[in-house]
């Protein structure tokens, strides 16, 4: 539904995005406004503007009121997790691959969040319904280290040091080919796929997105095991840095060939969360914890030996 609001003389000088939460219903959040903003679906005097612009009297704001997405309720289920770390505050999960980590509109079962809430009795109503406890994520596909806060305090602490990059994110993941340089610094900005939404991409003006890795190990001509660092934690940047220079993941569906990769028994793509730092959020102690490496990613490596 589209509304059309008039900037009084109250509101002149406010940013765009702060008018626009006042106005929608209070189940919209202002990353949703933000998101909205950009996206085109909120505009003043028919103009985009940033959610920064500073609004005058007299404009017209122009903004699409979405419909009220039913409300979802997220059970907690017996389902098994390899915890490698855990205390009052905080627990660390090797997510295995196939698993999301929280509940969407059409799937809210088996996720990471419903086995969560099994296993910790208390995350309900922490950083939200669908997301209790859940600081960062990771795809589908991906396995790996990924930390949950238990509590309100644990959950502003980890928001903060993943929002301000104090946290060390280290992968390790298949490649295919060989590269020329076997270590080096992939410097490249990603938004969202200007025609296909449910991709990023490398886009000029897009988010800076800095991708470190070093090759340890070649399997012939075919593929490279890589291990990588980020300097800044993008939707997909690992995945589309590599398809970038022309070296994506094995295995991956968006960005790659997978049927090419099927013989070697690659399911999904060969990118693994193995090691993840962080300050703890009541002590401040600097913690490392390293998630083992799964054995579907195991099992491509002695087969791309074998080949």
């Known amino acids: 539904m589209e509304e059309n609001f ?5 509101e002149n000088g406010w940013r765009l995005d702060k008018f626009v ?4 219903p209070e189940w919209i959040s202002r990353t949703y406004v933000q998101k909205a903003i950009k996206q085109g679906q909120i505009i003043v005097n028919g103009d985009l503007k940033k959610p920064s612009y500073k609004i005058k009297n007299g404009e017209i704001i122009t903004i699409e009121v979405p419909d009220k997405p039913p409300s979802i309720e997220v059970l907690p289920e017996n389902i098994s997790l390899n915890i490698i770390y855990e205390d009052k505050d905080i627990i660390v999960v090797n ?3 196939f698993m999301i980590v929280h509940p969407v509109v059409n799937k809210v079962t088996g996720t990471l969040v419903n086995a969560l809430l099994y296993h910790c009795t208390d995350l309900q109503g922490i950083g939200g319904e669908l997301r209790p406890g859940i600081v960062h994520r990771l795809d589908k596909n991906t396995s790996g280290a990924i930390v949950v806060a238990k509590n309100d305090l644990a959950h502003q602490s980890l928001s903060k040091q993943f929002k301000d990059r104090k946290t060390k994110k280290t992968y390790i ?4 080919g060989l590269l020329k340089k076997k270590s080096g610094e992939i410097n490249a900005p990603l938004a969202r796929h200007p025609q296909i939404k449910i991709k990023m991409a490398v886009v000029p003006g897009g988010k800076e997105s800095v991708t470190i890795y ?3 190990k070649e399997f ?3 593929a490279s095991l890589a291990w990588i660092n980020l300097k800044t934690g993008r939707t997909h940047q690992i995945r589309v840095h590599f398809k970038y220079i022309g070296h994506p993941l094995l295995g991956d569906d968006v960005y790659g060939k997978p049927a090419e990769d099927y013989k070697y028994g690659i399911e ?3 990118l693994h969360a193995l090691k993840l730092g962080l300050f703890h959020p009541r002590t401040n102690k600097w913690m490392e914890f ?7 990613f195991k099992k491509a490596m002695i087969n791309l030996e074998k080949e």
């Not at 008039?6 to 109250?10: A, D, I």
């Not at 993941?173 to 295919?176: D, I, P, S």
């Not at 390293?290 to 579907?296: E, K, N, Q, S, T």
């Open 268 to 270: 999904r793509q060969m």
């Open 290 to 296: 390293v998630a083992p490496i799964p054995d579907d």
């Open 6 to 10: 008039l900037v009084t003389n109250r």
């Open 214 to 216: 070093k090759i340890i």
């Open 173 to 176: 993941a298949l490649v295919k």
């Open 220 to 222: 012939k001509n075919k």
């Open 95 to 97: 997510k295995p691959p």
């Open 21 to 24: 939460v006042e106005k929608v």
